[in-house]
């Protein structure tokens, strides 16, 4: 069963708007984080925002917020003032399980941003 | 700031070769990771080690495997390679256990095998 949905695979913003790319999420854990990575054409994965289960607020950095709601298990983010810089693949990702060494990032299938001036 | 370096940003390879690709860290990471990312699937994990001699089966280790001789270096091993490895290889590292923190990624592998 898919952990992590992405169900936009292409967005397009104009410069200075603000997008929200979509995530849902399933686990039957209490315990579990959430993380956006970016990925430009480069290649890299660029770590943005995380967001823990038992977090009250959603977490933001910068010009990105995550709009964190459990009870949908649903974990959007937020770009505000979009730049041409963020044209990129943007992946959602879920770190499951309780005090357990390593477990591994569970990974959507990516939505690409394109940005326009 | 966290460095983690991969031998090789490209690289080409002939069916059945044996294929070494390294990971390295720079921060004392104890948890290490090999993804693979193709087109329309994201990312899947192949492997993890928690600890040096330590690893764990990813979604898909079918045709692959690891090495964790030292706390630094994580190698993902193809024992011989087929043309559907042809992917790019992705290496992060982390300090945080589960639900914890963010992983740091290499800059990656692009692996082509003809």
């Known amino acids: 069963a898919q952990k992590i949905t992405q169900t936009q695979p292409g967005m397009f913003v104009q410069e200075k708007e603000a997008v929200t790319l979509d995530c849902t999420y399933d686990t039957s854990d209490q315990s579990y984080g959430l993380f956006w990575y970016k990925q430009p054409s480069s290649g890299e994965m660029i770590f943005l925002i995380y967001q823990g289960s038992y977090d009250e607020q959603n977490a933001t950095e910068g010009r990105y917020s995550l709009n964190f709601q459990k009870a949908r298990k649903s974990a959007n983010l937020v770009i505000s003032a979009s730049q041409l810089g963020d044209s990129a693949m943007y992946f959602c990702?879920?770190?499951?399980?309780?005090?357990?060494?390593?477990?591994?990032?569970?990974f959507g299938k990516g939505t690409t941003l394109s940005v326009s001036s | 700031d966290v460095k983690v370096t991969q031998s090789s940003r490209y690289l080409v390879k002939r069916t059945g070769e044996k294929v070494f690709l390294e990971c390295v860290q720079d921060?004392?990471?104890?948890?290490m990771f090999w993804y693979r990312q193709d087109p329309g699937l994201g990312l899947r994990l192949i492997y993890f080690s928690y600890d040096v001699k330590m690893k764990e089966k990813g979604d898909i280790p079918e045709g692959y495997s690891v090495s964790r001789e030292k706390k630094e270096r994580f190698s993902l091993i193809l024992e011989s390679a087929s043309t559907n490895q042809t992917s790019m290889y992705l290496c992060?590292?982390?300090?945080?256990?589960?639900?914890?923190?963010?992983?740091?990624f290499g800059p990656g592998t692009r692996l082509t095998v003809t």
């Open positions: 921060m004392d990471h104890e948890n």
């Open positions: 990702a879920m770190s499951e399980g309780q005090n357990q060494a390593g477990t591994a990032l569970i």
């Open positions: 992060a590292s982390s300090p945080f256990r589960a639900g914890e923190g963010e992983q740091y």
